[in-house]
Each structure stands twice: as structure tokens, then as C-alpha cells.
């Protein structure tokens, strides 16, 4: 491990090549990247180090239908690789991911475990890195859906978040009729609670009662990727400032945000419809909109903002 990037500033990616199926992306049970539409082509990369942790990762892939019990596309394609490199510099390392095309599904010689030297990441029997088979399960959400699971086992030198050993959320779906009312009135509270203090601070310009909130975010995503401290922070409150000059922020109506809890149960959000952030708003001169979704975790029955 001496001689390996996991021992030095290792930057974790996940590059994303997609087309003509809607999907999500989940790290250590949190939803990275979904896309809805499934309707075009996308190309992109995620760097994931604020998800990830030293040892034991899973990475998901949900591939959907576009109406439950349809085939998936048989033209769909969705690659997903996780990469490692050194903070600032150029090589590449792919630990590992999934290549899924709709008439065969997934690629089977991604299918199988391997082991990876920390210091080469070729495939070595007494590499440290370790790469488990890939487990897939179909219709598990409803008829017709994929879903593929891979763990990688990577010893590394980034720190434990917080919101990795905080409280379990609560596990309420909208779709659980049965818990409808407890949907909502969480939702509701959660939203008076946490997201309108924010907003109204935002629109007055009294910065400093909110910003105590995001430490633990700004604290975190200044190690995550190796910024000097206090950066990410300055960062917030600049965009704070200087974007809430060019929209108009959208109402926090009762029942027009709801809670969504992830698949790992450690944290929460709050969304508008699609998935969209809970805090957003349009801008007043030129289309388009601004979003800034907050993830919480609870301690001790206390909601903090994490991400």
C-alpha cells in the first residue's frame, strides 16, 4: 500500500455512458445519478469520493422498462465504470463496473470476481483489491426491472463519513398507501423545520444563522477532495449570494416536497416531483433553473445536513 495512490490523495470516478432506457446509479446504497427520460444519450463523469468509504463498496445499476412489464429496449446500452486516480493527475485506473445492452443484458465476462494490485490495479490472485462477482436480480422494484450489484473491497486512506454510522432514516414510501399520512406529515415537518429557515435566509441575506448547518457538508467535501479548508464553504456562501440575485426562489408549499429515504436507510432528502431539489428556483432574466439538493442524516433523533 505504500506505493499505491489509495495510500496518497486517490480520486474516485464513475464515468457513465448511457442511451435509450431510464436507470439509476446507486453508491453504498445512495442514488448518484438517475435518468427519467431514457430517451437520448448521455455521457458523463461523477467523481465519488464523499460516498465512498475505506474497505467494503457496493456499486448498483436499476435498469427500468419504460412502463412496468414492457421489455427493456433492446438498442439500450449503459456502461458504467469506477475509476481511481491520484488527485491532479492524468492516469486512470478502472477497478471495475458494468457493461449492460439491452438484448443480452449484462456483458457475462463482467459477471466474474478478480483481484487487483493496489500499486499496478492489474488482476493479480494475491491482490489487496477485491472485486466480488456481480449479483443480479430481476423484477425486484416491479416487472421488468434489472438490477445488478457489485462490492469492491478497497483499502484506501479516505476517511469515514459521518453519515456512514449515523442512525438508520425512516423507511416511508409514497407508494405505501397504508403510510401515506406519515409520508406527508414528515415530509411536511421536515420541510418547516429545515428547508424553509434556509430559504428564508437565503432571500433575506442573513447567512450567518444557516451556515453553522453545512459544516459537517463543507468540513466533509474539503477532505473528500483534498481542498484547503474552508473552501467549500466560501464556496457556498458566495453562490448563496450571488445567484439569489438572478432567481426567483419557487414556494415551499405544504405537499409539494416530499421525503425520500435511500436504499442504504442512512440518509434523506427532500424532492420536488422527478427527483428535482427541494431548494430551487428560476431565473429571472434567461431560461433555466437553479437546484441545491440537501441530503440529511438523523442522530439521535436530530437531522443534520451531511451533503
Known amino acids: 500500500m505504500k506505493n499505491s495512490i489509495l495510500n496518497d490523495k486517490p480520486v474516485f470516478e464513475l464515468k457513465i455512458h448511457s442511451f435509450g432506457t431510464r436507470y439509476e446509479i446507486l453508491v453504498n446504497g445512495i442514488s448518484t445519478h438517475i435518468d427519467n427520460e431514457g430517451d437520448g444519450q448521455t455521457t458523463l463523469k461523477l467523481p465519488t469520493n464523499h460516498w465512498m468509504k475505506s474497505g467494503g463498496n457496493t456499486l448498483e445499476l436499476v435498469v427500468y422498462p419504460d412502463a412496468e412489464g414492457t421489455p427493456?429496449?433492446?438498442q439500450s446500452e449503459i456502461n458504467v465504470e469506477l475509476y481511481v486516480s491520484n488527485d491532479d493527475d492524468e492516469q486512470e485506473y478502472r477497478i471495475g463496473g458494468f457493461e449492460f445492452k439491452g438484448i443480452g443484458h449484462l456483458n457475462k465476462a463482467s459477471y466474474e470476481g478478480y483481484?487487483?494490485?493496489?500499486?499496478?490495479f492489474e488482476r493479480n490472485d494475491e491482490g489487496i483489491i477485491v472485486v466480488s462477482d456481480v449479483t443480479a436480480a430481476q423484477d425486484i422494484i416491479f416487472e421488468g426491472v434489472y438490477e445488478f450489484s457489485q462490492t469492491f473491497g478497497i483499502p484506501s486512506n479516505l476517511p469515514l463519513w459521518k453519515f456512514f454510522e449515523s442512525d438508520d432514516v425512516p423507511a416511508i414510501q409514497y407508494e405505501d398507501e397504508s403510510r401515506r399520512d406519515e409520508f406527508w406529515n414528515l415530509s411536511n415537518q421536515m420541510v418547516k423545520d429545515l428547508l424553509a429557515p434556509i430559504q428564508d435566509a437565503i432571500l433575506t441575506g442573513n447567512l450567518d444563522s444557516v451556515?453553522?448547518?453545512?459544516?459537517e457538508r463543507n468540513l466533509e467535501t474539503d477532505q473528500a477532495f483534498?481542498?484547503?479548508s474552508g473552501t467549500t464553504e466560501k464556496e457556498l456562501r458566495y453562490a448563496f449570494t450571488e445567484n439569489v440575485k438572478q432567481i426567483d426562489m419557487k414556494s415551499l408549499a405544504e405537499g409539494g416536497i416530499g421525503y425520500v429515504n435511500e436504499k442504504g436507510l442512512k440518509l434523506s432528502g427532500l424532492y420536488r416531483g422527478n427527483r428535482s431539489s427541494g431548494l430551487m428556483g428560476i431565473y429571472k432574466n434567461h431560461p433555466g433553473t437553479l437546484g441545491f439538493p440537501i441530503m440529511f442524516r438523523l442522530e439521535d433523533g436530530k437531522w443534520i445536513i451531511t451533503r
Do not use: G, H, Q
Open 72 to 74: 427493456i429496449n433492446e
Open 115 to 120: 483481484r487487483l494490485n493496489p500499486e499496478t
Open 211 to 215: 451556515m453553522p448547518l453545512f459544516a
Open 226 to 228: 483534498y481542498k484547503v
